[in-house]
């Protein structure tokens, strides 16, 4: 079982739609937790943290239950600019801060 | 401020070559990590450089092995090319203490081939 699974996607929505991507996560010593954004042949780019309370920037919110393991990002009024992968990320202290991604979810955004 | 970057853009390599993949950290950082990500799939951590040390290694043999530099540049080497080594190399660089997280910059990565 891989440490960090997503959704196996792809999302295909038009715009202005909602979308939500959940993802877990089974290494219960996982202390950061966040979402990358990487758009095809680029790298990686932080998206946002996750926070227990839960946190928005924008038309994204993003959740994080520790009890069950569970991260999850909501995209709200999607735009054409929002298609990309998105990477469910999880830090530990071990392995010296190593990022563990998840495979990710596609998502496209049409007209 | 310079963000990271990495040399070469793109790489063909055949099974058995060795190759050297380098990355420049941002100013100021001291921590540099390398990702390998396979077509399709997520980065995969290959290990930490902390301050020229290694600090924290992933699931990769040891014919992967790296280096930092004082100026906190870095260093992939892989020995003994083998096919499933193709991917996209990716450094991040971070500015963390021993056990603090730091957000990790990603350069554009080296996309190599093995043949």
């Known amino acids: 079982r891989k440490e960090v699974e997503q959704d196996p996607g792809p999302f295909n929505v038009p715009e202005g739609a909602t979308v939500a991507f959940n993802c877990t996560y089974s290494?219960?010593?996982?202390?950061?937790f966040f979402w990358y954004r990487q758009d095809c042949r680029k790298e990686p780019k932080l998206l946002m943290s996750?926070?227990?309370s839960g946190n928005e920037d924008g038309r994204f919110t993003a959740q994080l239950n520790r009890a069950s393991q569970y991260i999850s990002l909501l995209i709200r009024d999607s735009k054409l600019s929002d298609s990309a992968t998105y990477l469910c990320?999880?830090?530990?202290?071990?392995?010296?801060?190593?990022?563990?991604f998840g495979k990710g979810t596609t998502l496209s955004v049409s007209s | 401020e310079t963000g990271v970057t990495q040399s070469p853009t793109h790489l063909i390599k055949t099974r058995g070559q060795q190759v050297t993949l380098r990355c420049s950290s941002q100013?100021?950082?001291?921590?540099v990590s390398w990702y390998q990500q396979a077509l399709g799939q997520g980065p995969q951590f290959i290990f930490q450089?902390?301050?020229?040390?290694?600090?924290g290694r992933g699931n990769f043999p040891p014919r992967f092995s790296g280096l930092q530099f004082p100026n906190y540049s870095s260093e992939l080497n892989v020995n003994a090319l083998e096919l499933d080594d193709s991917a996209l190399y990716l450094c991040?660089?971070?500015?963390?203490?021993?056990?603090?997280?730091?957000?990790?910059?990603f350069g554009p990565g080296t996309r190599l081939t093995v043949l």
């Open positions: 991040a660089s971070s500015d963390q203490g021993a056990s603090s997280y730091n957000e990790q910059f």
């Open positions: 290494n219960s010593a996982s202390q950061s």
């Open positions: 996750v926070y227990s």
């Open positions: 990320v999880v830090s530990r202290a071990q392995a010296g801060t190593a990022l563990i």
């Open positions: 100013s100021g950082h001291n921590t």
């Open positions: 450089y902390y301050r020229e040390e290694e600090n």
